[in-house]
DNA sequence: ATGAAAGCGCTAACAC
DNA sequence: GTGTTAGCGCTTTCAT
């Protein structure tokens, strides 16, 4: 027996949607009770019942979750707000949250912004008027007007990834800043003392500016400044992250370390630096950021922050899942994880 | 001005969501006029469109799609159904097709299949439960529920990724067999004769299968073999890539040639290879598949066939955008992308 | 265990 | 230009 939905196939021509009306007229059922042997609600006769699904299969009838979620008022849809797919990290984020929904009867619908406030406000509004369930977003910083819409949402709200700040209901995530702060530390007391920094030139990327913020405080508590800096533009990888190093070295032959905004720029700087005959971790020092794991089985282990991408997706996910099951729980959970510093190879003990 | 949508923040108690009444009532304007405003449709007096809009923006109202959607029979969602987000190709897809529907009204709901055929209908079947404007869907094969659900959808059917086989109504994709066979048919004509393969072990990865069988097929021709296969299950990275091939070249030492299923893992072989001090390409050729922009500034530029993710996302969505701007437009649209085979330096010329 | 009536919040169609 | 009416396809509630 194989379903034809949503059409009825009586009628090849005129293709409209099959109704509950159509299941119920097919199983001579009424409509209500349709409804509730379709949703396994109240009591049914096995007898009804089994009239019901067949008809239902028969006519390969898929409900209308539109008519029902307006009846109803319950929407099982999650609205996850996030910058962009290009960065490596929210596909992860992403792989967390759906990873918990899949078993709940939740969905998540992404919207991306771009890292651009306006975009992000506009996609809210849009996620909003579908009224979901709950809504995930990256970060703490919005523009005004998407923070009244999320504080009058009267839905969970998380934000996610940093929790340097005050977020409007939960947040998960870790402190950018003092990832920053942790990995300068480490490198001081490596002994490294004239460092150099490059990050992607993302004056809205908190997060990154964040950590970077971390970093120089760090180091100034130290007594260093950052010697030599670059911020670039367009996507990472490795050509960027050797070309960049390349740039920089020469510019700064006496730089003893180098912290990269991620992973990537990393491990092309770090490719290049073993071309270039440079001693890592001796004579050169090198980290980045985010503990991706497809990077694992570089020449060296790179040194890096892990950023648990996964635990965050996760954990948000399970805030909503929880509270949308119980309306009247609490909100304002704060998951604060702790980030991991993997010192690596590339960062001398 | 701050919007506080969308909730009455009159009263604070009482959490109702704002509906096209509120904003009539505060401004005096009927709701029908309320709701052209708040669409752009018809005329309407400026004074009135004033009068709306400060009201709609005080109350913070956001309107509800739902029953909108309801009311007009239009969804501005698309249904993406992809198998998995670990897999850096489908981010770089869906990033292909927001970069398109970002222009149009229309939003992309995500859903994920872990590779899983039965969990593929069942997230299906969610998602024209919310009668979106059209599906793009990875993929040829789907249960026969699946397929008879997306042949009577009534909307445009995207099967993106792949080209080897027949189509529901529009397909978007590469040959993979032909990718398999033109990068078989390389390897020969560069003088390689003992080659090996390496994969990943998912009978369900149709693309991977279909690669491996143009390949074989093209050595058949060359009188060939695949001397040594290995297929792993588990994500892909650079370590998984160096264990294999190491593991690989323990066990036939004599191949002078290996073609890894994707960039990752060849990635990490070449890593290997290097530091084993084996003459890449000359004693032994790699190659990967799907091109992936981040490994540029490998130490050697990987043979690979780009897999045209971006281009796959952005033709897949125009072909939803432009059929849903214009229902009468014929379905069964065909775009066969032919994707380039870079040579790279791990392929000897 | 089943059915009938009302209505969720909006828009299409038509009147004025 | 603006208002009125009648649903969209379900579920809630209440009756039986």
Not at 95 to 106: A, C, K, N, Y
Request: with cysteine.
């Amino acid at each position: 027996m194989t379903a034809t939905p949503p059409f009825s196939s009586d009628s090849p021509d005129q293709r409209r949607p099959l109704t509950l009306r159509d299941v119920s007229e097919a199983s001579g059922v009424s409509e209500m009770t349709v409804s509730r042997v379709l949703r396994n609600r109240g009591d049914v006769s096995d007898r009804t019942r089994a009239k019901v699904l067949e008809a239902a299969k028969r006519l390969g009838y898929v409900p209308n979750k539109i008519a029902g979620a307006l009846a109803s008022q319950r929407v099982n849809l999650v609205a996850v707000i996030i910058p962009s797919m290009s960065n490596l990290v929210f596909p992860e984020v992403m792989t967390g949250i759906t990873s918990v929904l899949d078993d709940t009867p939740l969905q998540p619908v992404v919207g991306i912004t771009n890292y651009k406030p306006d975009k992000e406000e506009e996609v809210l509004y849009e996620m909003l008027s579908w009224r979901p369930s709950g809504v995930i977003i990256a970060g703490l910083e919005h523009t005004e007007p998407a923070k009244a819409m999320l504080r009058n949402a009267g839905i969970p709200i998380v934000e996610i990834m940093d929790t340097d700040g005050e977020p409007i209901d939960a947040m998960v995530g870790i402190s950018h800043r003092r990832a920053g702060k942790v990995m300068g530390e480490a490198i001081l007391e490596a002994g490294y003392r004239r460092i150099g920094f490059m990050g992607t030139k993302m004056p809205l990327d908190h997060r990154a500016r964040k950590r970077f913020e971390g970093f120089t405080q760090a180091l100034a508590k130290g007594g260093i400044e950052v010697e030599d800096q670059e911020f670039y533009s367009g996507g990472s990888g490795l050509a960027k992250g050797r070309e960049l190093t390349a740039e920089m070295l020469k510019r700064s032959p006496d730089l003893d370390f180098i912290y990269y905004s991620n992973d990537l720029i990393a491990a092309g700087g770090l490719l290049w630096c073993q071309e270039a005959g440079i001693d890592v971790p001796g004579k050169l020092g090198l980290a980045g950021f985010n503990g991706l794991n497809l990077l694992k089985g570089l020449p060296k282990q790179l040194a890096t922050t892990d950023a648990c991408r996964l635990e965050i997706g996760r954990a948000a996910a399970e805030i909503i899942a929880k509270r949308s099951n119980d309306p009247n729980l609490p909100g304002g959970d704060r998951v604060m994880l702790d980030p991991p510093l993997q010192p690596g190879d590339t960062l001398r003990s």
